[in-house]
């Protein structure tokens, strides 16, 4: 059965520094995964996918890399903001389901 | 865009009380799905549906049932609701099924409580 950790399952930095959030996973044999952000008391916002074959995706201050070989992915954020504040979610596609972690509480103050 | 929308965003119920959450996208998807989020346990497949017409269970489906109504809409009825249901809710949608490697896209939630 798949599982997925994330660790630490808080982080609190002053504004300014370079962050990395850290997922691992135990079965391999997954199609993708993908990243995202949720606000206190809303919805998923979908941030990277990274799809199987590739081992990095980029989207601005954000780059989330994947090793299916080792079970690790890590979404890396660059010069964080208080706005960046939230917690953030990697889930592994396997077949036609995702399987969430629990999460990263993340906190960035000025 | 409206994206993927839920009704109702909050609802309280008595135990033994029956609802619906609809659920509506606008994007053409293939594939819905329903999560539910609880603290410490993160989200946790209740129903999806690969395509129009087709439903299947996920991780936790006890206690709810699905209706694919239309390419559009998949919604989650509680016939009986329990404690134990209080959680909140997730519609999410993707092109095809997410093996393909299309990302889900969620709404805003509905959060739910049964006394």
């Known amino acids: 059965k798949q599982e997925v950790t994330q660790i630490p399952a808080a982080l609190s930095v002053p504004e300014g520094e370079n962050l990395v959030l850290n997922c691992s996973f135990t079965d391999s044999a997954i199609y993708n995964l993908q990243w995202f952000r949720q606000d206190p008391g809303k919805g998923l916002t979908s941030l990277l996918l990274?799809?199987?074959?590739?081992r990095e995706q980029t989207s601005g201050r954000l780059n989330a890399s994947l090793d299916k070989s080792s079970g690790r992915s890590t979404l890396y954020i660059a010069a964080s903001q208080p706005g960046d504040s939230a917690t953030y979610l990697c889930a592994v596609h396997n077949t036609d389901k995702l399987i969430f972690g629990t999460g990263t509480r993340l906190q960035v103050f000025p | 865009n409206a994206g993927v929308t839920q009704t109702p965003k909050f609802q309280v119920l008595k135990t033994g009380q029956s609802m619906t959450l609809q659920c509506a996208q606008d994007?053409?998807?293939?594939?819905m799905y329903w999560y539910r989020q609880d603290p410490g346990m993160g989200l946790r497949l209740i129903y999806y549906s690969a395509s129009e017409g087709t439903t299947d269970k996920g991780e936790v489906p006890n206690g709810y049932n699905v209706s694919r109504l239309n390419k559009r809409e998949f919604s989650l009825r509680l016939e009986s609701a329990a404690p134990s249901q209080t959680s909140v809710y997730f519609c999410a949608s993707s092109e095809i099924g997410s093996g393909s490697g299309y990302e889900q896209y969620f709404g805003p939630g509905t959060r739910l409580t049964v006394t």
């Open positions: 994007m053409n998807h293939n594939s």
């Open positions: 990274i799809q199987s074959s590739q």
